[in-house]
């Protein structure tokens, strides 16, 4: 059974680095764009095909750039485009998977599987994602805990307003 590892775009970049936070609403918010590339760079063995999944091809470019810089192989690399949100990530993975079996991991930071579980279990899917923390991986706790109280409204607004205009397509 093929595996795949699903990398949630990790923000802008700029150098080849992708920023750690951002201000929003005048207040500094966590990303962890950085954070989520350095631990795929740990993980990637476990899995044959790393699949980052953007609404922006220069993103695209840019985290295969650090990847491959750091060790991994460009043929493993695959991406999908996707509309620049995490519902377009998901609707985009839903339809590379195709309902096929695979197994199957989900990789992006702490405060962001809210919304990709919400948006990935809305329509019963037939596949179970393992769950990848990046600052779990790497061991970098002390990230949890620079998450804001806005970065945590900013995903509850954005679980919220799933379920207001619930339609996958």
């Given amino acids: 059974m093929k ?10 970049s ?6 750690y936070c951002d201000i ?13 590339l350095n631990s795929v760079i740990k993980c990637h063995e476990e899995y044959e095909y790393i699949v980052l ?6 993103k695209i470019i840019d985290m295969k ?8 192989n460009r043929k493993k690399i695959l991406h999908i485009m996707s509309k620049p ?10 339809k590379f998977l195709n309902n096929k079996k695979y197994e199957i991991g989900f990789l992006s930071n702490f405060y962001h599987f809210n919304r ?22 790497i061991n970098n706790y002390k990230d949890i805990s620079k998450i804001s109280l806005n970065r945590i409204e900013m995903e509850c607004k954005g679980v919220i307003d799933f379920y207001k205009n619930y339609n996958l397509e």
């Fill in 116 to 137: 990709i579980l919400t948006y990935y279990y809305s329509d019963n899917p037939v596949i179970h994602p393992n769950i990848l923390i990046s600052e779990v991986i």
């Fill in 24 to 36: 929003i609403k005048n207040k500094e918010c966590y990303l962890g764009g950085e954070t989520r």
């Fill in 85 to 94: 949100n995490t519902l377009g990530n998901i609707i985009a993975i839903k």
């Fill in 65 to 72: 750039k650090k990847l491959t810089n750091n060790g991994i």
């Fill in 53 to 58: 999944v953007c609404g922006n091809s220069t």
């Fill in 14 to 19: 700029t150098n080849n680095k992708f920023r």
């Fill in 3 to 12: 595996k795949y590892l699903f990398v949630f775009s990790p923000g802008n």
